[in-house]
Structure formats: C-alpha cells, structure tokens
C-alpha cells in the first residue's frame, strides 16, 4: 500500500519486533499490514529456478516414475523431490512443523495497544490515557487475530478450533468481525501441512481422471516436468519425422520419379506424427490446487458460490471426438472445497446456498474428499467424474438469525457436532483499554485503506463518542465496525478532498451527515414532508391521537402518529387496523384490553377498536416498541380525553401496565426533538441508554416512566377526568405499580 504524498501521512510501524530493521531503512514509505491478512489474495504466480528442478537426472520416463506400485506419485519420485523443504508425509504427522505449538494464551491474549499510555487514566478520557496526537503514533498488531477487537468469546472459540480442527458457526450481525475471524483462522493453521493436486489422465477410462496429492510445491514441479518430458518427446518425434519425410521425398524425387506421390506420402506421414504427439501432451497432470507460493493455510469465501464454483466442475468439450477433444482431465477446475483443503472455508448466509449443495458440502465435511464432475447435467463435462479430491477444510458458517433457521438441518449438525457455535456480540462495555483499541481500529482501517490521512486525536474521540452512541446501551461500545469503518472512511475521504494534511473532528462530523443511511436520509424527508402536510401535530390535545416513535433500519428514529376510534359493535368486538402493523396493534390492544377490563365500566368486547398508524406504510418500520401509544390512544379515545400531541412516547406493554424496554431509544428521541415535539416518554429501564447529540438535549425533555398509569398522567388533558382515570388505573394496577422496578426490566427487550 503506498501513501500519497498530500495525504499527511507516515510510516507506521508493525508492532512485532522483525519488523524493526524494515523500518530502519530511512526509505521505506510504505504502511505494512500483514500480507493477504485482510482481502485473502493469494500470492502470485512461483518463481521456479532450474536448480530446484527435480527432473535433472535423464534416463527415467515420467511414465515409469509414476509407475511405481500406486503409490502417490509425490513419494515415488525420484529423491531430489523427497529432499524439498516443502516437507513430506512425517513432516505432516507434526501438525505444527517447526513452529512451536502456539499456545491459547499467547495467541488469543488482548494485545495491548503499541503506544503511549497515561498511567493513571482519566474515566472520561475518550482515549482511554492514550498520549497521541494523531493515528500516526499508534502501531498495528502483525497478526489478524490480534486486530479484532471485541468478540472475545469468538476470538477464543477460532483459537481453539484453529488448534483442534473444529467447525465453527458464527451468527450475528453483519460487520461485526466474522470474516474477519474466519481469515485470522486461516493464518493460525500449520502450513507444514498443505498439498498441492493434480489430475492425471486414466489411460484405462478417459472419463474417470486419477487424482494425487503431493507436498505443497511440488505440484509445480511435477506439471514443468512433465511438459518438459513431453516437449522432449516431441522434439524427437518431429527430428524422425523430418528425416523420414526426406528420405521418402528424396526416394520419389530421385529414384521414383514419382514427386506428387512422394509429396502425398510426406503429408500423410506429417499428420500421422501429428496425431501421435497429442498423446504425449495428454500425459501432462492438470494442477488443480496449487499452494506454492501460498503463505498461510487457505482462506476460501464461498459466499454465495454457485455449485461449480463450490464443488468443482468439468468444462464442457464442444469437439468430442476426432482427435480434437480436450483430455477431460484437462477440464477438472476445483471448487472452494478443494482450494480450501488444510485452510478455511467460509460461507456467509450459509442458508442461500441451495439445497443440493448443502447436502454435497456435507459430505465433503463428512468424508474429508469430494470427486469433481460437470454441473451442467447436459454438458460433456457431466460424464467425467474424477477419483476423490482432499477437501480436509475447516468449515466457517456464518450468516443471522434467519440463516440459522433455514440452513439445512443435518448440516447445522454436521458443524454443531463437529464444532463451536458462537453468537457475536453487538456492544463491548466501555473501558479506556476498550477505548484504546477503538482509537487502534480507526489506525486499522487508515492502513487498510491506504489512502486516508491521518486521523487527529480529536478525530479519533468523535469515532469513538459515535460509537458509543451506536451501541444504543449506556456504558457501552458498539462492535458494529463495518459501519464505524465506513465513518472513517467518508471522513478520511472529505479530508482528502480538501488536501488536508490530517482528518479532523470537523471532517468526522461532516462524514456523520453525509454517511447517513437510506433509512436515515428517508426518515428525515418523512419528518420534512410530514411538517409541510401538517400531518405532525405537536402541540394542543386531540382524543385518540398519540405521538408514537419507531427506528427504521437500525439507526434512523421516526414519529409515527397513532390514531384510535372505538365505536360500538353489531357483533363481537374486533379489533380493526391497517397495514403491516396489524399484528402488533392487535398485540398491543389485547394487553391494554386486560388492563382497561379491570379500571374501566366500557365493556370492550362490545365495541370496534380501530387503530390507524398514520403514513407507515414504508418498509422497515418496526412498530413493536409502539405498544404504550396504542394503548394510550385507545385508552383516550374510550374515555374521550385529549391526549398532549407536544409529547412523543415509545416504549412496550406489559399485560400488568408494566412499560418495558424498547430499542433506538436515542434515534427515537432525536426524531421527536427533529418533528418539534417538546417531550418524550421513555421506559425508565432505558434511560441508561440515552446517548442523544448536544444540539437536541436542549430541546426536549426526557420523561422515563415504567408504568402505563404514569405515561397517562402526563399524557392526558385536564384535571377531573385524568385524575379519575388514572386515579382508577393506578388503584386496581396499584400492586404492579410497586413492584415496578422489578417487574420492568425482565423480559428481553424489544428489537425496536
Ligand atoms: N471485531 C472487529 N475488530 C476490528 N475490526 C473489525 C471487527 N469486525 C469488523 N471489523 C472491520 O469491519 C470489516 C468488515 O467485517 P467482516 O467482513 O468481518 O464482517 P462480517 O461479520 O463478516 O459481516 P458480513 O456478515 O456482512 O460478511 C473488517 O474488514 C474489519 O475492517
């Protein structure tokens, strides 16, 4: 990665010591990461040197070689091959080769960040005591496993299946470090144990090639060879043929006197020759897999691979006969299965991957080889079907929730049973070292990046403050760095546009703006729009009107106005409501039901409840947490009092009244300060979550309250019929009321 000039920035160092005489050079201008470590290329090309040729000593057919007593051909060549480093059969008995077997405490052990530390550091720091001026003076740990930051649980569980080769199945949400882990797996695994494979032709059937393994780099060797016993073979051939072709041109031009017909021998003889050749060509092993030059075990991302690409395929042959054909073991290509053999497979929302392929990848995990043949059922390729290819992979699974359902569930077996499960974290409590390692990420992904300049301390602060805001819970951190790293990423961006020397807060607040989501960027022209329609209302009091709040996408809050109208019935009750939200409205009005029975004369089962949530028709709002203004809107369209349309609320409902977390509750409460509401209710037990900006602490109020009776006191107009009303409310709820503070909490909180 090289630095532009204009971009401010400098050497960072890598925090492992070999690296130091790299950085002695006064030369070197250029910010290292571990190589492949974070975008998983393979190396390029190898650079054989005819000294490392095996195939020296004349004499010995490859044919003969490969002979031997069927053996795989890597042990029955001659002992040049034997005496590679690369290592050979006793080599892979020892998992860890020469390395010493790393230990889970020296592998998965936090990393401390490589700079400066105050020693005492102040809890309000943002840098946790970190003595930098910019992102310049904080170094990288070498390893991928000790980048992660966060997910200790998962970043053991990778050490330990790294070391005992087990499967993992990592569910969680996206950007939270699962690929991450599963390349940093790969980097741990012994290399001592790669392979290389080739494919043989099968003289005794064309369609089924032979398959061997051979110690990684010799693969190569054994293909150079083999071409180049072929191009020798042919050599010969065409020296025979030319002097034969002038021996009979020379008979029937000077004895014969026959030239037309010493001309036509000549051809004939050519073509012959020809022909004869090819077979030496088809003699030469197709290299399937080759990990020459590869540094650490494979890491394969077979996310979303169509079958061919994951199991392997055959190409398709369009000249099937006449000596035009391909060889069909020259039309083998590996799939991810194969190329991740001794390394790691991942495969994120493992569910999309169809059903057959699950089952085929299955096996391959079961049986440890996979035999490759064509896909496409109508192709030549679908014929050939080789001997068993080593797919001896270390399985990552990842994908949410959903792709847990809907995996196949003998697959999800095969990796529970053979493996770990692990759930990622979301948030990481707030600690200065935690804070250290988020002004390392922000260094991170400056480096990964490769362009941005660097980040100022005040910069770094604003990264880690947003973070914590992101979390959505007090005194925590959120591990969603996929979209932190996307934050330092605009922002780096914005500060380059304007050639500047470093990114600063000011950029970072220009990258906030600029950054935000589509749901974000939706939700704010929804409370613009909604001004210009006066469909907001945010002051005076309307009967069965409530001000309710919900997130869309994860990070954008939005008011979202519920009306209610009870009529009386002609049947039994119903409860009437539009659009995707029927569910919950039903949900919330059956809670609020049990409460309004025991304080209320209104038989409800006799009356029509009709629940509107006005403009939520778009998708991705989750109206959950809308609970407590359903119920508020119902209650006060019953008894026919106003309710304040200042006042937003949100929050869920017990059947006892109890109000009970909800989530976003910052993004909700930013979206009343934004649609001109004065003051907002929130569940009590949310209150440690609030992290809402400066500019809107100024304009609204926050009322936490847990329960329904106290939401109700604030909301509702005038004395005497509150008074009664709640008074009713709180008498009959009363018992619930005091036990509150414990009955609140329990229940795990509702996504939105
Ligand atoms: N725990 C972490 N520590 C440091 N950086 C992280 C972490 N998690 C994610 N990142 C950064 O975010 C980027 C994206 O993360 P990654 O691809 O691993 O997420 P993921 O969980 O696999 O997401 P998805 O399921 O969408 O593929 C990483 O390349 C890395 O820069």
């Given at each position: 990665m090289s630095n532009d000039d204009n971009n401010?920035?400098?050497?960072?160092?890598?925090?492992?010591?070999?690296?130091?005489?790299?950085?002695?050079?006064?030369?070197?201008?250029?910010?290292?990461?571990?190589?492949?470590?974070?975008?998983?290329?393979?190396?390029?090309?190898?650079?054989?040197?005819?000294?490392?040729?095996?195939?020296?000593?004349p004499g010995s057919t490859i044919e003969e070689t490969l002979a031997g007593n069927g053996e795989s051909p890597g042990e029955t060549f001659d002992?040049?091959?034997?005496?590679?480093?690369?290592?050979?059969?006793?080599?892979?008995?020892?998992?860890?080769?020469?390395?010493?077997?790393?230990?889970?405490?020296?592998?998965?052990?936090?990393?401390?960040?490589?700079?400066?530390?105050?020693?005492?550091?102040?809890?309000?720091?943002?840098?946790?005591?970190?003595?930098?001026?910019?992102?310049?003076?904080?170094?990288?740990?070498?390893?991928?496993?000790?980048?992660?930051?966060?997910?200790?649980?998962?970043?053991?569980?990778?050490?330990?299946?790294?070391?005992?080769?087990?499967?993992?199945?990592?569910?969680?949400?996206?950007?939270?470090?699962?690929?991450?882990?599963?390349?940093?797996?790969?980097?741990?695994?012994?290399?001592?144990?790669?392979?290389?494979?080739?494919?043989?032709?099968?003289?005794?059937?064309?369609?089924?090639?032979?398959?061997?393994?051979?110690?990684?780099?010799?693969?190569?060797?054994?293909?150079?060879?083999?071409k180049e016993e072929a191009r020798k073979r042919n050599q010969m051939r065409s020296f025979l043929m030319w002097i034969i072709i002038i021996v009979v041109l020379g008979y029937a031009l000077i004895i014969a006197g026959q030239i037309l017909l010493g001309i036509l021998a000549a051809g004939i003889i050519y073509i012959a020759f020809k022909y004869a050749s090819r077979g030496s060509d088809a003699m030469v092993p197709n290299l399937l897999v080759n990990n020459a030059d590869t540094k650490t075990a494979p890491f394969r991302d077979a996310t979303g691979a169509h079958a061919g690409a994951l199991l392997g395929d055959v190409r398709h042959d369009p000249f099937q006969s006449g000596g035009m054909e391909t060889p069909s073991h020259d039309r083998v290509e590996a799939g991810a299965i194969h190329k991740a053999?001794?390394?790691?497979?991942?495969?994120?929302?493992?569910?999309?991957?169809?059903?057959?392929?699950?089952?085929?990848?299955?096996?391959?995990?079961?049986?440890?080889e996979f035999g490759i043949t064509g896909q496409s059922e109508r192709s030549s390729g679908a014929m050939v079907q080789t001997e068993p290819v080593p797919t001896d992979f270390i399985m990552i699974a990842a994908g949410n929730l959903d792709a847990m359902e809907n995996m196949h569930p003998a697959l999800r077996n095969r990796i529970k049973g053979y493996g770990y499960e692990v759930y990622m974290e979301e948030t990481i409590e707030d600690t200065p070292e935690m804070r250290r390692k988020y002004a390392r990420f922000v260094a991170q992904e400056i480096t990964k990046d490769g362009r941005l300049p660097e980040f100022t301390d005040d910069a770094i602060r604003e990264i880690i403050l947003e973070s914590k805001?992101?979390?959505?819970?007090?005194?925590?951190?959120?591990?969603?760095?996929?979209?932190?790293?996307?934050?330092?990423?605009?922002a780096g961006d914005i500060a380059r546009g304007e050639d500047a020397e470093m990114t600063t807060r000011q950029h970072v607040l220009a990258a906030k703006d600029r950054s935000r989501s589509i749901e974000q960027q939706l939700?704010?022209?929804?409370?613009?729009?909604?001004?210009?329609?006066?469909?907001?209302?945010?002051?005076?009091?309307?009967?069965?009107?409530?001000?309710?709040?919900?997130?869309?996408?994860?990070?954008?809050?939005?008011?979202?106005?519920?009306?209610?109208?009870?009529?009386?019935?002609?049947?039994?009750?119903?409860?009437?409501?539009?659009?995707?939200?029927?569910?919950?409205?039903?949900?919330?009005?059956?809670?609020?039901?049990?409460?309004i029975k025991k304080f209320s004369d209104v038989n409800i089962s006799e009356k029509d409840i009709h629940i509107q949530f006005i403009q939520a028709g778009q998708q991705g709002v989750d109206g959950d947490s809308a609970s407590i203004t359903v119920a508020a809107a119902v209650i006060s369209a019953l008894e026919e009092v106003g309710v304040d349309q200042s006042l937003a609320m949100t929050g869920s409902l017990s059947v006892r009244g109890d109000v009970l977390p909800v989530g976003g509750v910052t993004h909700k409460i930013e979206a009343a300060a934004k649609s001109g509401c004065d003051r907002v209710i929130i569940p009590e037990s949310n209150k440690q979550d609030v992290m809402i900006?400066?500019?809107?602490?100024?304009?609204?109020?926050?009322?936490?309250?847990?329960?329904?009776?106290?939401?109700?006191?604030?909301?509702?107009?005038?004395?005497?019929?509150?008074?009664?009303?709640?008074?009713?409310?709180?008498?009959?709820?009363?018992?619930?009321?005091?036990?509150?503070?414990?009955?609140?909490?329990?229940?795990?909180?509702?996504?939105?």
């Amino acid at each position: 990665m090289s630095n532009d000039d204009n971009n401010g920035s400098r050497d960072r160092r890598r925090s492992d010591g070999e690296d130091d005489a790299e950085d002695a050079s006064p030369d070197r201008e250029e910010r290292t990461m571990p190589e492949g470590s974070q975008d998983g290329e393979e190396p390029d090309g190898n650079e054989q040197t005819d000294d490392d040729d095996p195939w020296r000593s004349p004499g010995s057919t490859i044919e003969e070689t490969l002979a031997g007593n069927g053996e795989s051909p890597g042990e029955t060549f001659d002992e040049d091959i034997d005496e590679q480093p690369a290592g050979g059969d006793e080599q892979l008995s020892d998992t860890h080769g020469e390395n010493e077997e790393p230990t889970i405490d020296d592998l998965g052990s936090d990393v401390e960040i490589d700079a400066e530390i105050e020693d005492d550091p102040d809890p309000e720091d943002l840098l946790g005591g970190l003595k930098i001026d910019s992102t310049e003076e904080i170094n990288i740990p070498e390893r991928l496993v000790d980048q992660v930051i966060g997910q200790e649980h998962a970043r053991d569980v990778i050490i330990k299946a790294a070391k005992q080769r087990r499967h993992v199945m990592m569910i969680g949400a996206p950007g939270t470090g699962k690929s991450m882990l599963a390349k940093a797996m790969s980097e741990l695994l012994p290399k001592e144990e790669l392979q290389d494979v080739l494919v043989y032709h099968n003289p005794d059937d064309g369609n089924k090639p032979k398959v061997r393994t051979v110690p990684a780099g010799k693969g190569e060797q054994i293909v150079q060879a083999h071409k180049e016993e072929a191009r020798k073979r042919n050599q010969m051939r065409s020296f025979l043929m030319w002097i034969i072709i002038i021996v009979v041109l020379g008979y029937a031009l000077i004895i014969a006197g026959q030239i037309l017909l010493g001309i036509l021998a000549a051809g004939i003889i050519y073509i012959a020759f020809k022909y004869a050749s090819r077979g030496s060509d088809a003699m030469v092993p197709n290299l399937l897999v080759n990990n020459a030059d590869t540094k650490t075990a494979p890491f394969r991302d077979a996310t979303g691979a169509h079958a061919g690409a994951l199991l392997g395929d055959v190409r398709h042959d369009p000249f099937q006969s006449g000596g035009m054909e391909t060889p069909s073991h020259d039309r083998v290509e590996a799939g991810a299965i194969h190329k991740a053999n001794k390394g790691v497979l991942f495969v994120d929302e493992i569910n999309t991957l169809d059903i057959r392929s699950q089952q085929h990848l299955m096996t391959a995990i079961q049986e440890g080889e996979f035999g490759i043949t064509g896909q496409s059922e109508r192709s030549s390729g679908a014929m050939v079907q080789t001997e068993p290819v080593p797919t001896d992979f270390i399985m990552i699974a990842a994908g949410n929730l959903d792709a847990m359902e809907n995996m196949h569930p003998a697959l999800r077996n095969r990796i529970k049973g053979y493996g770990y499960e692990v759930y990622m974290e979301e948030t990481i409590e707030d600690t200065p070292e935690m804070r250290r390692k988020y002004a390392r990420f922000v260094a991170q992904e400056i480096t990964k990046d490769g362009r941005l300049p660097e980040f100022t301390d005040d910069a770094i602060r604003e990264i880690i403050l947003e973070s914590k805001r992101r979390a959505g819970r007090k005194n925590h951190l959120s591990l969603h760095f996929r979209t932190l790293g996307g934050l330092v990423r605009v922002a780096g961006d914005i500060a380059r546009g304007e050639d500047a020397e470093m990114t600063t807060r000011q950029h970072v607040l220009a990258a906030k703006d600029r950054s935000r989501s589509i749901e974000q960027q939706l939700a704010d022209d929804y409370i613009e729009r909604r001004k210009d329609y006066e469909i907001q209302v945010a002051e005076g009091y309307v009967v069965g009107r409530v001000n309710g709040l919900a997130v869309m996408g994860e990070d954008s809050g939005i008011m979202l106005p519920v009306m209610a109208e009870v009529a009386p019935s002609q049947g039994p009750g119903d409860v009437i409501a539009t659009g995707q939200l029927k569910e919950m409205a039903q949900e919330s009005v059956s809670n609020v039901s049990a409460i309004i029975k025991k304080f209320s004369d209104v038989n409800i089962s006799e009356k029509d409840i009709h629940i509107q949530f006005i403009q939520a028709g778009q998708q991705g709002v989750d109206g959950d947490s809308a609970s407590i203004t359903v119920a508020a809107a119902v209650i006060s369209a019953l008894e026919e009092v106003g309710v304040d349309q200042s006042l937003a609320m949100t929050g869920s409902l017990s059947v006892r009244g109890d109000v009970l977390p909800v989530g976003g509750v910052t993004h909700k409460i930013e979206a009343a300060a934004k649609s001109g509401c004065d003051r907002v209710i929130i569940p009590e037990s949310n209150k440690q979550d609030v992290m809402i900006e400066d500019e809107y602490e100024e304009m609204i109020e926050i009322i936490p309250v847990s329960h329904i009776s106290e939401v109700l006191d604030v909301a509702l107009e005038g004395e005497p019929e509150k008074d009664s009303l709640v008074d009713r409310l709180k008498n009959i709820t009363g018992s619930a009321l005091n036990e509150g503070a414990s009955v609140a909490g329990p229940s795990s909180p509702s996504p939105q």
